[in-house]
């Protein structure tokens, strides 16, 4: 069955340019050694019947639909890659994250990363979040990972893709891939609502940068106790002070940016995530001195939201079935259509307190990065999973500091609220 492009994916989609693409990276870093593409693909292609979306290609123009691939092989959208001597981890993502997805295609593509430092390798899934609305459309790791080591075993189950079309748009691809096109050229139709879909997407090609960290969740627990605010203030303190520094670092202003920082709200359980994502802005006080300022001043400026009954609570999302996270982020990132002009993303998941396993490999880290999109000069992607917390940054500018920046603002916290 054909489904229609809805105009919020359409805004979507039409800020993924050629010269400046955006998707997301979902990084697992995985202990062991690296499965053949074979018996991951056999895994895939036993799960991705729980993410539809992911056999779906766009069809049809300027009026576009998710139609299914007929052509559609899992193997066609997974790639095995090695770190050349030298090369590093953030510079290897950054070069994916610039590459544009083919949109003859479903919008997504994975990759077996080796040559990890510590034993590891990674498992790299690029995804258009349009792909994602968190309720009829997860994301495919959302579905991949296992609670328990799990063999990769049993066939993998037929497929019979759908053989409709859109009516009378069959033969209409010259648009297929130029969105932004094909959304101009329909937005007198639909009211003008695509004016701001299109109002700031960007034709110039600009380079983005990368870095993430890691640090212990019971830590961030500890100096959230200490100071008697959220978990989530802390980590958005956090942040900050990698926000400064990158300020510093790029011999840019200093100043308070806006910052979209999407929360989770109740939705009465209709979505797969077990709620809503709402954007919420605040600026963010980069220009306050100390640390214990900062972050009383954001406990202060996040109050109002916390105070309201709808907030769901990180204890009810990190248990959520399935591996919610991926899903959660690709979610948070769509509310960039809220429309507010603003600098900066910060997007806190909390995952799983447990371990999770893909087949028989334990997964390590969960690193989402968000590319940059609109007025946004640096998004950061929080994630929790098994007691630790990722901090994973995309820049427009270097981000020689950022993983200090953000590891010392945990640390002098802890040393200024004793």
């Given amino acids: ?102 949109r003859v295609h479903p919008l997504w593509d994975a990759s077996i990363l080796d040559g990890l430092p510590g034993g590891c390798w990674a498992l790299v899934v690029r995804a258009h979040p349009a792909l994602i609305d968190g309720a009829d459309n997860v994301h495919l790791l959302h579905e991949l990972l296992d609670e328990q080591p799990t063999p990769i075993a049993g066939e993998v189950p037929e497929w019979h893709p759908s053989v409709d079309e859109p009516a009378g748009l069959g033969g209409l691809l010259r648009n297929l891939n130029d969105p932004f096109q094909a959304l101009q050229e329909v937005a007198a139709g639909i009211g003008g609502l695509a004016v701001q879909g299109v109002r700031q997407a960007t034709t110039v090609p600009e380079p983005r940068q990368l870095a993430a960290v890691e640090v212990g969740l019971a830590e961030i627990t500890a100096v959230a106790r200490q100071a008697g605010c959220t978990v989530h203030d802390v980590i958005v303190a956090m942040a900050t002070a990698g926000v400064r520094g ?127 999109v609109d007025d946004q000069a640096i998004t950061v992607g929080v994630t929790s999973l098994d007691g630790r917390v990722s901090f994973a940054a995309t820049a427009t500018g270097p981000l020689p500091t950022f993983v200090r920046d953000v590891a010392d603002e945990l640390g002098v916290l802890r040393q200024g609220l004793r």
Wanted: proline share 8%.
């Fill in 1 to 102: 069955m054909a489904d229609p492009v809805s105009m919020g994916e359409s805004i979507l989609l039409v800020r993924d340019q050629p010269a400046q693409p955006w998707h997301q990276l979902d990084v697992l870093v995985i202990e062991g050694t690296p499965p053949a593409a074979s018996e991951l693909g056999r895994l895939i292609g036993q799960r991705i019947a729980y993410a539809p979306r992911f056999r779906q290609k766009l069809s049809g123009a300027p009026l576009q639909h998710w139609v299914d691939d007929r052509g559609f092989k899992v193997s066609g959208h997974l790639r095995t890659a090695t770190l050349r001597p030298g090369e590093s981890v953030e510079s290897w993502l950054a070069g994916l994250l610039g590459t544009a997805l083919d």
């Fill in 246 to 372: 990158w300020q510093i670092t790029t011999d840019r202003t200093l100043h308070d940016p806006v910052a979209l920082i999407p929360l989770a709200v109740d939705d009465d359980g209709a979505s797969a995530m077990g709620c809503l994502v709402a954007p919420q802005y605040i600026q963010l006080p980069v220009t306050t001195t100390t640390a214990v300022e900062r972050l009383t001043a954001i406990a202060t400026l996040t109050q109002a939201r916390i105070d309201s009954d709808r907030l769901v609570p990180a204890a009810d999302l990190i248990d959520l079935a399935g591996f919610a996270p991926p899903t959660t982020h690709a979610v948070a990132a769509a509310t960039v259509t809220a429309g507010r002009p603003h600098e900066v993303l910060i997007a806190n998941v909390p995952g799983p307190r447990s371990g999770r396993w893909l087949g028989e490999q334990r997964v390590r880290a969960l690193h989402a990065f968000a590319s940059t």
